[in-house]
């Protein structure tokens, strides 16, 4: 892997895995960072990485549902690898209109697969960036495992599903060297303040209403971005060609109490105004269409072949990200107020 194609690499995780790849990893090749920029996408989450590694880092204003730009990328930087992150991932919006969702996770990795498939000598990993959501709900007990039949609930997780599948089919009946991971809810710096975590600290922070989908007793598991970061690395460097990888923080919360944790934490960082407590400001709302009870994960095949294990407790990182929030206001309030969006269309229009 000299000339590795990251898609999606202005977003959360993307951003977190390129700086993760440049500064903390044994990787030593160039980065190609190619993302259209969508609202979810933002340059400023990679600053300082252009100047820091102008010979192995490069950032491509492209679209994956561009073919011809596809390869243009593909030719330009002699692509041998690619770590497939963008989508479009947030559940509520898939469910008010799902076609980006179908253009972009099914229509757009298709395309790359394609590109992929018509220099097939030339590549050596094609890495595909997955979630939990394709295997649908869970009940009080249990864990999803690789073998686990997807039955996914929302456009989204189905829009991922049919993206799964295509990369295992193309491994099936083309021979494409693939890897596939499947993570539960990522959290952490950077992440675009309509997610549950990021969202409910900068409500809070503010003395806004927290607004919680039905009862609250809906369960996630939760990784801190970093954790992710490394355990995908090792899968593209170690994991079998092929195989499929589950990525999970052990850490199963119920939302309350992940929104409890919040206030709770802010509370003993800075008091409110008004000195009331932050909890105050839950408030219960209509619940998710289709919503899932509870994901968890089984990621024993991750620690036994590959040794990787979560390094972060959901108490720490939690209050690393709160950390990371409270001291990056620039940022938030650029992505806030919309300005970010300026920026991206003076520097590379529309
Ligand atoms: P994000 O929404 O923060 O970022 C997505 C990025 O993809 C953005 O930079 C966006 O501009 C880019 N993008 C969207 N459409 C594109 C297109 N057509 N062409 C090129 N770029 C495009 O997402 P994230 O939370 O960082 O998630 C990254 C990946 O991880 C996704 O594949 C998602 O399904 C998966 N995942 C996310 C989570 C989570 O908790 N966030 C958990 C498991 C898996
Ligand atoms: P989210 O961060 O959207 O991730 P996902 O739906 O992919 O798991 O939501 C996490 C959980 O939090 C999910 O059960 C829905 C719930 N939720 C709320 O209760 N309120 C909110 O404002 C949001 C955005 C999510």
Sequence with gaps: MENLLVTGGCGFMGSDFIRYLLTESDFNGRVINLDTLTYAGNPENLNGMDERFSDRYFFVKADICDPKALDRVFEEFSIDSVCHFAAETHVDRSIMGPSAFIRTNIEGTFNLLESVRSRLDKISLFHH????????????????????????????????????????????????PITISNCSNNYGPYQFPEKLIPLMILNAIEGKPLPVYGTGKNIRDWIYVKDHSRAVWAIMKKGEKGGKYHIGGKYEMRNIDVVEMICDLLDSIKVKKDSAPRRNLITFVEDRKGHDFRYAMDFTKLENELGWTPAESFETGLKKTIDWYLNHNDWVQRVKSGEYRNWIKTHYGG
């Design 129 to 176: 960036i997955s979630t939990d959501e394709v295997y649908g709900s869970l009940g009080e007990k249990g864990y999803f495992t690789e073998d686990t039949p997807y039955n996914p609930s929302s456009p989204y997780s189905a829009s991922k599903a049919a993206s799964d599948h295509l990369v295992s089919a193309y491994n099936r009946t083309y021979h494409l």
